[in-house]
């Protein structure tokens, strides 16, 4: 075990401080497609992706996944891009 945890020491790898990705509500898609946008974005569970939708629908905006900023680029990408066209952003967590 300790020679796990020189080699990752070792590494040089760092993460960066964590981002949110931000999801706002949407007038344009039904609730049943956002939610299933985000459960293919994120993997969650559809559970998990309508709360987030309500959420968004009640506050004007939810944060839909929380990780590094590489990873949140990608995953506001996906949500922000066709065919979902959400309107999103990154901030800092």
Do not use: W, Y
């Not at 945890?5 to 039904?30: A, C, Q, R, W, Y």
């Not at 956002?34 to 309500?54: F, G, L, Q």
């Not at 922000?80 to 959400?86: E, M, Q, T, V």
């Amino acid at each position: 075990m300790e020679q796990l945890k020189d080699k990752v020491k070792d590494s040089g790898t760092t993460l960066g401080p964590p981002h949110n990705v931000i999801m706002f509500n949407d007038e344009h898609h039904s609730f049943d497609e956002v939610a299933m946008m985000v459960v293919a974005t994120i993997k969650c569970t559809p559970s998990r992706a309508s709360e987030i939708v309500m959420e968004a629908h009640s506050k004007g905006q939810a944060i839909v996944f929380t990780g590094t900023l590489e990873v949140c680029e990608l995953k506001e990408m996906i949500l922000s891009g066709p065919p979902a066209n959400l309107i999103t952003s990154i901030e800092s967590a």
